[in-house]
C-alpha cells in the first residue's frame, strides 16, 4: 500500500536515525507515521510475538489489527483475519507490549519552561528524547511548575504534539526550612519560591486544596530532606501533624498521596500519615527490616524503586534488595527513575537491569512497567494491555522475551495514537 510520506514522517525517521536509536531501518519503525496518515485505514502488524499482558502466555507468530487507534483483533497469525483493505508490516523478530508507564519523573528542566508557547516540535523532540524513545506513553510527574506542566499536558491532549500521557502531582509540599540543597541550587529562585513550605496543618491543608484546585491530579511530599548549614548536609524532618493532615486532605479529595522518604524516619512519617506510594528506596536499608516490609504492605503502599539515583556505589547492593524483598513479601513496585531530576537520559537504561539484578523476572517487570501502575493510577482498562478495544498503546521491543529484562531496553517503537 503506497503511503504519502509527509514532513513530520521524514522528521521522526531523522530524529531516530540521528539518536543512533534505530539499529537498522525496519517495517516496524514506520507504524506511528503510517498510523497518522491513516487513521481511517485498518493496519495489521504481523509476525511479531505479542506478549498481551504480565501474566499471559506469549502469542508467537502474532497478528494484531488497529483501527482508529484501538485494537480490533489479536491473535495467533490464522487466527486472525486482517480487514481486507488492512496495510500490513513484517514484525518478525519482534516483540509487542503494552506502552509502558514510567512512575517518577519531573517537568523541571528549563528547556520545559513556557511549555504553552514553545515550537510543537521542541516539545515532541524533548519529549522523545527523555520519555517515548524508552517506551514510555505514560508518566508521573511527581513535582513541577504546575501550570506549565498543564499547558505540556493539555498540548499533548489536543493532539498537537506527540508525547506520553501525563499525571502530574504539581507544586509539592516541604519541611519548614527544609527545601533540599539540590533543589535550590538547580531550580531558578523564581521557581523555588513557588514550592510549599507549611509550618502548620493548616498551611498544609491550604496547600493541598491550592495544588489540586489548580489541576494536580495527586500530591507529593518530601518528609525527609538534607539541607546545607554551615557547609555540612542536615537533615530536617517534615512534621508528622503535617503530614497527617497534608495526606489526609488529599484523601479526602479522593487523591494519592507519593512521598519522599529518604530514610527510615520518612518510612516511618509515611506509615503514621497513611500513605500510598514511596517514591523512592531508603538510603539506610539496614533499616528495610522484613517488619518494616510488612508494615507497608499491610497498609498497602507501593514502592518506586528509582534504583539508578542511589547506584552504583556504597551500599547499593543492599538498597537493590530492598525491592526484592518487597516483591517476594507480595508488595507492588511501580517502575520510576526520576528522569528529568536525572538528566543523562540514556544512562537511565540501568533501571532495567537493576531491577533484573534485584531478582524481578521479565514479567514481574512488566507488570511494574504496565498493569500495576495503571491500576494504581486509575488508567486501567484502556490501556496497560493488549486488548480488543483498548488504545493501541503499544512498544515494539527488538527480540524475543526469552531475553528476559534486556528485551525491555530495546526499544524499536513507541506508538501513541491513543491521542486520536
Ligand atoms: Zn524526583
Known sequence: MQVGRTDAYKRFTFLFLVAGFLVRPRACAEINPLLKEMEAAPLVLAGETILPSPDATPIPDGVIVIESGKITAFGRSGAVVPPSNAATLDCRGDTIVAGFWNCHV???ERKWMDAAHLPAEQLARDLQQMLTRQGFTAVVDEGSVLPNTLSLRQRIEAGEVPGPRIVTAGIPLFPKDGIPWYVTESLPPDVVKQLYVPASAEEAIRDVDKNLAGGADLVKLFLVTGVRENGRIVLRNMDARIVLAAITEAHRLGKLVVVHPSNINGVELALAGHVDILGHTIQDPENWTPAVVSRLIAAHVSLIPTLTLFGPTGNFSR???????????????????????????QSLSREFSYLGESGLTLPQLLETLTTAPAGRFGHEGQTSRIAVGADADLVILHGTPSEGPRILTQVAYTDLTYQN
Open 106 to 108: 519531573h517537568f523541571t
Open 319 to 345: 538498597v537493590v534488595g530492598e525491592v526484592k524483598s518487597y516483591t517476594d513479601a507480595g508488595g507492588q513496585v511501580l517502575f520510576g527513575t526520576d528522569v528529568g531530576f536525572l538528566t543523562d537520559y
